[in-house]
C-alpha cells in the first residue's frame, strides 16, 4: 500500500485484497454529517467494497451489501450512513428521485455509487473518490475535495 499527495488529490494505491483503512481514514477523517461523498469507478472496482471498510471505521457493525437492486440503504453509524447506488437509474432515467435524495440528509454521511446519474437533484460532493484498476489487480484511489473545502 502506497499513498502520495499530487495534484489530484490524496492517491493510494492498495494491492489486489489489501485493507482499505487507510483509504477508510482519508475520507472519514474529515467527513461530518450532511457530507456527500462521490464514488466513481468501472463496475467492480470496488465501490461498495470500500463503503464497507468506511462504515467499520464509522462504527457500523451492522453488515453493508451492495444497494444495487434497492438503490439505498441506510446503516446506523457515528453519524448514520446512506449508502446510494445509482447504476440501474441510467443516463435517461425518468424515475421520481425524491425518495432517493430523502437519504442524503444533514444527519447522515452519504456514499454515492455512479453519481453521474444523478447530478440534477444530488447534493454537492464534499468528496470525490476515483477508483482506478491497475495492473495486477491493485487500485489507485485518488481522494479529492472540492476548492475551498478541508
Request: hydrophobic share 45%; proline share 5%.
Amino acid at each position: 500500500m502506497a499513498a502520495a499527495a499530487a495534484d489530484r488529490g490524496t492517491m493510494i494505491t492498495v494491492d489486489d485484497g489489501g485493507d482499505l483503512d487507510l483509504v477508510a481514514t482519508a475520507i472519514c477523517r474529515t467527513a461530518r454529517q450532511g457530507s456527500c461523498i462521490y464514488l466513481e469507478g468501472a463496475i467492480g472496482a470496488g465501490k461498495t467494497t470500500l463503503v464497507q471498510a468506511c462504515a467499520r471505521w464509522l462504527g457500523c457493525v451492522a453488515p453493508v451489501t451492495s444497494p444495487t437492486f434497492a438503490l439505498a440503504h441506510l446503516y446506523d453509524g457515528t453519524p448514520p450512513i446512506a449508502h446510494l447506488d445509482l447504476y440501474r437509474l441510467g443516463a435517461a432515467n425518468n424515475r421520481e428521485t425524491a425518495d432517493l435524495a430523502a437519504y442524503l440528509s444533514e444527519d447522515v454521511i452519504g456514499f454515492v455509487e455512479w453519481p453521474e446519474y444523478g447530478l440534477a437533484w444530488l447534493p454537492e460532493a464534499t468528496c470525490h473518490v476515483q477508483i482506478e484498476l491497475e495492473a495486477g489487480g491493485s487500485r489507485r484511489f485518488v481522494i479529492s475535495t472540492p476548492a475551498g473545502r478541508p
